[in-house]
């Protein structure tokens, strides 16, 4: 009796032991709120086909946990019953904790016998969000009084959607969503009982029941070799038994999914986390980041979080058909397969932009094949001297917007000054031609016409143009030691040497302002961002379009610049010319052949182009622009099968057809007639003065007696340099009103 009240005493003493225990530490942190855990979720970009208009899935973006979240009424219910089948049968009797499971644990924990799981479905989850998993009494407590607690609090049905959402299925799939698709190819919705009894025999151990895993077991007695596909076929058909013997199925369904041959389509790939993005997925992810920064105010590394684990839907603005094209060309490095004397190889870098939308549709940051995520984009990072392709925003578009020159003004192609004893500046072709047009001066790349046109125009103007119209920031001052930059002058607005530079993704939707017959839209990569939720987290809408140009300014540029790429000799750009569309452009070359660019457009797309080295150094005087060349093969690809368009055209009402000296740019003279082209021009526009370059020489004695010869109508000398040659041209005698239009 004394040992029975001794034990009877140190049992009450330690039952108030434990229920103090149990009331002061387990209670207390007992109560899981499913709201206060944030499962990791795949985040996933979509693109629209341009064929349906619907969106298709481009990439899922996930850190550690590759999760996409799936609601219980779209899981087949064979997969709801197999997994509590095998996992726990007594699941819908049990209020969190099967007491039977666990005093058997117990017992084979004392006797040494194998132990065998005690946790319920509720138990398991629980140990997965919670993340808490070591071996010790006060965890295994623990674990059991939030199960008790929790299924106070959630059903049945809430607490199986988070255990198959959350439970770990090989091949980097968490969920049963990632590892439908992984393993078969197809939604879960979708799967036969076949397919969702193997599904839930993975996650008993992933390493043995993964069915694309490369476990092999030998038997060394009998040799036979015994696969990771073997194995999940021995538990698919465990648990196919278990689901028979607790009435889930028929003996006729049991029969059926025994006899269904498996097949692991290994269809989408869920490892994104380690495989390459594409340049454009890089440029989203890094646009998506910055946007989320600045509209909440978050750090970097939240951010990081919301993007990679938070489940959002990323709608790109990505034209599949325009990107396939860019990535045929770019990603066969044979296509630009020059290297350095210091052994660089040559690097190019395209964007693309819808001209209508605004939308950047395709892009490319570099040459060969992508080896790195979310490196270097070319594309969008590099910022490099434009050249001359800077003169149609820098000096032409603003002298014709403030009415100080049209295509047929003229400027005296001569040395702006005199450094050094030597012209400044020296043109591409190292000599000078006298008196030429603004649209011969495009056409050729004249750089003395772009500085003396910009210094009428003003660097602060053009400086503010740059700035204001087509949003390209450059550099207003900044101080390095004892020397000052500054964008702000004749060389780096004019002849494109930039302090910093701009990239394709600038150029392009800078120059789309043309087609665009003056407005100016902001580039974009994507759309909208939802959250988990469904609910809007950005909201990248089309801001209000912004008028940059008017239509007259853009008319004449679009003039000058298809002349670019379809004029005479001469043109700097008829290597980017191909047939079925109208196409403007133009090239761009800075000192030494450092960068090389063509930035141009058609009625649907503008494209610009850099070509270079990664550390500057000269190409070789040998290659030609291989900016225009690329800008050719990728845009006729582009274009391939799309109906002919002419660019946007002012109204005619407004416009006049005028016979006019292609030297001069004024009427002709009466001995202009081998000079002459027909331009249209605004009304306002119409030259009044007439040409007085071209003289009628005078009678020569003749050699025969002293007769002379008149000279024939229309004859005269030409001026150095030549007139506008290849031009159309009216017939060599003048028209009685040179103001008529031709046919």
Not at 392 to 417: F, M, R
Not at 429 to 439: D, E, F, K, L, N
């Amino acid at each position: 009796m004394t040992i029975v009240l001794i034990f009877v005493i140190t049992m009450a003493m330690l039952a108030c032991m434990a229920a103090a225990y149990i009331k002061n530490v387990i209670l207390p942190e007992a109560d899981l709120k499913l709201d206060e855990y944030n499962p990791n979720l795949t985040s996933t970009m979509y693109y629209k086909d341009p064929d349906t208009g619907d969106y298709v899935e481009m990439q899922d973006l996930y850190a550690e946990e590759n999760r996409v979240w799936v609601e219980i009424d779209e899981m087949p219910q064979d997969l709801l019953d197999a997994a509590v089948a095998i996992e726990d049968k007594r699941f819908y009797k049990h209020n969190g904790v099967d007491w039977i499971r666990t005093a058997k644990a117990v017992l084979c924990m004392f006797t040494g016998a194998d132990v065998q799981g005690g946790s319920t479905l509720t138990q398991q989850l629980i140990k997965n969000i919670t993340t808490e998993d070591d071996v010790t009494v006060k965890r295994k407590v623990m674990e059991i009084f939030r199960a008790l607690e929790f299924e106070k609090n959630y059903s049945k049905e809430d607490i199986l959607e988070w255990y198959l959402n959350y439970i770990y299925l090989g091949q980097r799939c968490n969920g049963v969503y990632t590892a439908s698709y992984k393993y078969f190819g197809k939604h879960v919705s979708e799967l036969s009982l076949a397919e969702c009894a193997s599904l839930i025999g993975i996650t008993n151990n992933p390493s043995k029941y993964d069915p694309l895993g490369h476990l092999e077991i030998v038997d060394k007695e009998t040799g036979e070799v015994t696969t990771s596909r073997d194995f999940n076929k021995q538990r698919q058909e465990l648990i196919l038994k278990s689901m028979l013997e607790q009435d889930y199925i028929t003996k006729e369904e049991y029969d059926a999914a025994m006899a269904e041959e498996l097949n692991f389509d290994n269809g989408k790939d869920t490892q994104a986390n380690s495989a390459i993005y594409t340049w454009y997925e890089d440029a989203v992810i890094d646009q998506v980041l910055e946007d989320l920064m600045e509209t909440y105010d978050w750090s970097e590394e939240y951010a990081k979080t919301k993007l990679f684990s938070g489940g959002l839907e990323i709608y790109t603005c990505m034209n599949p058909d325009v990107q396939a094209a860019v990535d045929e060309i770019y990603n066969n490095r044979e296509n630009l397969n020059f290297t350095s004397a210091s052994g660089q190889a040559i690097q190019s870098a395209i964007t693309i932009i819808d001209n209508e939308t605004g939308d950047v549709v395709a892009l490319a940051g570099g040459m060969g094949e992508k080896t790195t995520s979310r490196g270097w984009n070319r594309a969008i990072d590099s910022l490099r001297p434009p050249g001359s392709s800077i003169k149609p925003l820098s000096v032409y578009a603003p002298a014709i917007e403030l009415g100080y020159i049209t295509p047929s003004s003229t400027y005296e192609d001569s040395p702006y000054k005199t450094e050094n004893g030597k012209g400044w500046p020296v043109n591409a072709t190292g000599r000078y031609q006298g008196t030429v047009s603004i649209a011969k001066a495009v056409r050729e790349s004249i750089n003395t016409v772009a500085v003396k046109v910009l210094d009428d125009v003003g660097t602060q103007t053009s400086y503010e143009f740059m700035r204001d119209r087509f949003h390209i920031q450059l550099v207003e001052s900044r101080g390095v030691e004892d020397t000052n930059f500054t964008d702000i002058a004749l060389a780096p607005l004019a002849l494109g040497g930039l302090t910093d530079g701009v990239s394709t993704y600038q150029m392009a939707a800078a120059y789309s302002v043309f087609p665009r017959m003056g407005t100016y839209k902001e580039p974009r990569l994507y759309s909208v961002v939802l959250d988990s939720n469904d609910e809007i987290l950005l909201n990248n809408e089309q801001k209000e379009d912004k008028s940059a140009l008017s239509e007259r300014t853009c008319f004449y540029i679009n003039g000058m610049l298809q002349a670019v790429v379809t004029g005479p000799s001469g043109a700097t750009g008829t290597a980017a010319n191909f047939a079925g569309q109208d196409i403007a452009g133009k090239t761009g070359t800075t000192t030494s052949r450092k960068d090389l660019w063509f930035v141009g457009y058609t009625p649907y797309y503008t494209a610009a182009v850099w070509t270079g080295y990664d550390q500057q150094e000269r190409l070789a005087p040998g290659l030609r622009n291989p900016s225009t060349a690329l800008w050719k093969q990728v845009m006729e690809k582009v274009h391939a099968g799309l109906p002919y368009k002419e660019f946007a055209q002012p109204d005619t009402s407004q416009m006049k057809a005028v016979t006019v000296c292609a030297v001069s740019g004024k009427l002709p003279g009466p001995a202009c007639g081998g000079h002459l082209t027909t331009q249209y021009f605004f009304v306002d526009d119409v030259p009044t003065s007439t040409c007085t370059l071209h003289k009628i020489e005078a009678p020569k004695p003749s050699t025969g007696g002293g007769e002379t010869t008149k000279p024939s109508e229309g004859e005269a000398t030409e001026p150095e340099g030549g007139g506008e040659g290849g031009e159309t041209t009216a017939p060599e005698t003048p028209a009685t009103d040179p103001t008529t239009p031709t046919e």
